[in-house]
């Protein structure tokens, strides 16, 4: 089955910036998407279609793809960033897919 | 403004049966495709099914199908998950989204347990 691979973890102080990646064979045909995930609540979809961001979201979050990886920043990080982010993607048969997860510690 | 309430939840015996509840307000919800995603107790999340607008088209995932059916009532805004066969692996928080994944409800937690 189609996976979406991210690191377990990425550490950043306050201040710095913070890349994730997610790397899957099918992301050069189709958009990926990053959700972000705090304790006790649900995902909150951060970036769509590879690098565009709802209404509401920083600009200190952004997204950029490059054939089979796509990746999030998030400049200037902030306390309140620490979360799990996901990265989500279809496969060639219309199936969503999740990333496994990367949990962003703040220093 | 836009909401998604799921409900249906609870505790039940393995090999049983349970329907969930997603009610849908503030938005055009029979013109939006809509999605079930779980989250297994401290694991990541995992896309469950998704169903077309008017419901004509529905896809899931390879753990699920044969097990599960979703399905909508566009008069009552209300999308459902229909679980049987429960397995204790399906223990998790089940979460509807609209359209993009773009808003998602609270989640509800169902746990399946002798």
């Known amino acids: 089955s189609y996976e979406l691979t991210q690191p377990p973890s990425v550490s950043v102080s306050p201040g710095q910036t913070a890349r994730i990646t997610c790397s899957g064979d099918a992301l050069p045909d189709q958009y990926a998407y990053w959700f972000q995930q705090k304790p006790g609540q649900a995902p909150l979809l951060i970036i769509y279609k590879d690098n565009e961001r709802p209404s509401g979201i920083p600009e200190r979050f952004s997204g950029s793809s490059s054939g089979t990886t796509v990746a999030l920043t998030i400049s200037g990080v902030q306390a309140e960033d620490e979360a799990d982010y996901y990265c989500?993607?279809?496969?060639?048969?219309?199936?969503?897919?999740f990333g496994t997860g990367t949990k962003v510690t703040v220093l | 403004q836009v909401q998604l309430v799921e409900s249906g939840g609870g505790v039940v015996q393995p090999g049983r049966s349970l329907t969930l509840s997603c009610a849908a307000s503030g938005f055009s919800f029979s013109s939006q495709g809509m999605h079930w995603v779980r989250q297994a107790p401290g694991k990541g999340l995992e896309w469950v099914a998704t169903?077309?607008?008017?419901?004509?088209?529905?896809n899931y995932a390879d753990s699920v199908r044969g097990r599960i059916t979703i399905s909508r009532d566009n008069s009552k805004s209300t999308l459902y998950l229909q679980m049987n066969s429960l397995r204790v692996d399906d223990t998790a928080i089940y979460y509807c989204?609209?359209?993009?994944?773009?808003?998602w409800g609270p989640g509800t937690l169902v746990t399946v347990s002798s």
């Open positions: 989500q993607s279809v496969d060639s048969s219309g199936t969503y897919v």
């Open positions: 989204a609209k359209g993009a994944f773009d808003v």
């Open positions: 169903i077309s607008y008017e419901g004509g088209s529905k």
